[in-house]
């Protein structure tokens, strides 16, 4: 399977920061990667897909890039309601897998 | 309105039975594949098993092959997880979500429900 690792674990930040998540494959991963926000008791969010897409209705402070394995999200100024988990995932093979998460914590 | 609604979990004992069911709304249901995933307390995201539209190809995560069976009834907009052989590694809020075919996202997600594997 491929595995995918995120960094950091964990993130303080303030509302206004910009904020960015970086997420590995171990393998190449062509334009296959997902971005999800994830808070307590919720459904998981999917905010970009094919690396660079922008899910309907999310808004434009998101942001993903990269290629390859190496994949980042951005947040240009984060806002309250952005506080959450973020999951990259890779759908590249028929076994898909997330990374373990990014915690966003008000600082 | 697009919905995915879980049902089915609970607390069963270690090496019982359990099937969950997701029932899909707002969309065309067997033009699409749709899995299941997991969280277990405290941890990550989890692909458990994803099912094509048509019902003619299944995909298994390690961890579960052998004891997990997914299906789906088309004409219910209706997707099923039956679980066998539980074990306490399998306690989890599991998802069902919309997608998961090689390159597919997975761009709708249920509320999840609870499975609770313990004596």
């Known amino acids: 399977d491929i595995q995918m690792t995120q960094s950091p674990s964990t993130l303080s930040a303030s509302v206004g920061d910009r904020v960015t998540i970086t997420c590995r494959a171990s393998q190449s991963i062509s334009g296959w990667l997902a971005w999800y926000q994830h808070k307590p008791g919720k459904a998981p969010k999917v905010l970009i897909y094919d690396v660079f897409s922008l899910e309907s209705g999310v808004p434009s402070r998101f942001s993903g890039s990269g290629s390859g394995t190496e994949f980042t999200l951005t947040i240009s100024s984060l806002q309250p309601d952005d506080f959450a988990t973020y999951y990259c995932?890779?759908?590249?093979?028929?076994?898909?897998?997330f990374g373990q998460g990014t915690k966003v914590e008000i600082k | 309105e697009v919905q995915l609604l879980e049902s089915g979990g609970g607390l069963v004992q270690p090496r019982g039975s359990l099937r969950l069911s997701c029932a899909a709304s707002?969309?065309?249901?067997?033009?699409?594949?749709m899995s299941w995933v997991r969280q277990a307390p405290g941890k990550g995201l989890e692909w458990v098993s994803t099912?094509?539209?048509?019902?003619?190809?299944?995909y298994y995560a390690d961890s579960v092959k052998g004891r997990f069976t997914i299906s789906r009834d088309n004409s219910k907009n209706t997707l099923y997880l039956q679980m066998n052989s539980l074990r306490a590694e399998d306690t989890a809020v599991y998802y069902c979500?919309?997608?998961?075919?090689?390159?597919?996202?997975?761009?709708?997600w249920g509320q999840g429900t609870m499975v609770t594997v313990s004596s």
């Open positions: 979500a919309k997608g998961g075919q090689l390159g597919e996202a997975f761009d709708i």
């Open positions: 099912l094509s539209g048509s019902g003619g190809s299944t």
């Open positions: 995932q890779q759908y590249n093979t028929y076994s898909p897998t």
């Open positions: 707002g969309f065309i249901f067997p033009n699409y594949a």
